[in-house]
């Protein structure tokens, strides 16, 4: 899905941007450009870094949980 349609930069573009370290919107303006005419793109873009920031603060387990043998 085209999320920037002044760029014509994709949902998957910039997850994969995310993927590859960027963690702010300053990253993904360097990096993709978006967000830098008409900016109604900002709050999606915002909305795709935070779900990588949920997932990745939600993917890691409690080492208390698991027995030592």
Request: overall charge positive.
């Amino acid at each position: 899905m085209y999320v920037c349609l002044c760029k014509g930069i994709t949902d998957t573009q910039i997850r994969d941007a995310v993927t590859d370290g960027a963690c702010s919107m300053r990253d993904l303006r360097e990096r993709l450009d978006v967000a830098n005419q008409c900016g109604k793109c900002g709050r999606e873009c915002k909305s795709i870094i935070g779900e990588y920031r949920q997932a990745a603060t939600t993917s890691f387990v409690n080492a208390g949980q698991f027995a030592m043998a």
